[in-house]
């Protein structure tokens, strides 16, 4: 049978992961593209069973991306009430699914799921945040807590904590708004709450993350990646913590030179 044809079971994909040897005990955030997966046994569902229940073993934390940026010209950017995400299926049933539970982050929400207490803790104060991806938010934490980011059937153009490492290392103002937007937030109490938070934006390029696949050379020489399979999609399970570190160093090496200006790719002599 080819592998367009097989119909993927939970056990199929927990083998998958098992073959990768991702840890169990750390914070995971998955981007994914559902389509490239497959045909599973209940769709959606089989996948999320099965990544929750190898993550979550032994204390780990699983989590789903469910961005609302998509709405940051509408009345409510992100409603707690509603499933409905900016980034497809997946997202939306994870954010709609009970075990988990949703941070309040005006435009790149997550759904999280684990132990109770550990995902409270790791999704607090996500409503007073400066900008969706703020060195303080759950993505600052992926890094000091040593996480993984899992790409699914998708490229580093979706890997949404390379925002979050550019402002740890202080390219706020080259990948910032000079000015704060004004988002509204509807609780699942029904309030609405006001903020302001910085959306991201460059001079050069309407959407920086398209470049974002420069550093996947240089994340592989360092060992940052760890390449798989979930039902028929390509997988990197991805180093948060070496990531920074190379980008760190390619930062350091550009002497005030952005990597990401130019289309070209990045010179091995920076990260090497």
């Known amino acids: 049978m080819k ?37 599973t046994e209940e769709g959606a569902k089989t996948v999320l069973d099965a ?23 509408k009345e409510i950017t992100l409603d707690m009430t509603d499933s409905k995400t900016c980034l497809g299926a997946f997202s939306d049933f994870a954010a709609a699914d009970k075990r988990g539970i949703r941070s309040q982050n005006p435009t790149h929400s997550m759904a999280v799921f684990g132990d109770r207490q550990k995902a409270l803790e790791f999704i607090a104060d996500e ?20 996480g993984y980011v899992l790409l699914v059937g998708v490229a580093h153009n979706k890997n949404t904590y ?14 910032l708004t000079a000015e704060p937007r ?33 550093y996947e050379t240089a994340f592989r ?14 997988t990197q399970a991805c180093d948060a913590r070496i990531m920074k570190e190379v980008m760190e160093k390619i930062l350091e090496n550009s002497e005030g030179t952005d990597p990401l200006a130019e289309e070209r790719a990045i010179p091995p002599i920076w990260y090497c």
């Open 162 to 175: 390379l925002h979050c490492v550019e402002e740890i290392l202080g390219m706020q103002k080259i990948r």
């Open 221 to 234: 020489y360092h060992g940052a990646i760890t390449d798989g399979f979930v039902g028929n999609a390509p």
């Open 182 to 214: 004004t988002v509204r937030v509807k609780l699942k109490s029904g309030e609405a709450v006001t903020r302001q938070v910085y959306t991201h934006h460059t001079d050069f390029t309407s959407d920086v993350s398209a470049r974002f696949p420069k």
């Open 127 to 146: 409503l007073t945040l400066s900008s969706g991806t703020a060195p303080e938010s759950c993505y600052g934490k992926l890094y000091r807590e040593g």
């Open 3 to 39: 592998n367009s044809e097989r119909i993927y079971t939970k056990n199929d994909i927990l083998i998958q992961l098992e073959k990768m040897n991702i840890p169990r005990n750390k914070i995971v955030l998955m981007h994914s593209s559902l389509r490239l997966v497959g045909k």
């Open 51 to 73: 990544m929750i229940e190898y993550f979550t073993k032994d204390g780990g934390l699983f989590c789903v991306p469910t961005h609302t940026w998509g709405n940051l010209k």
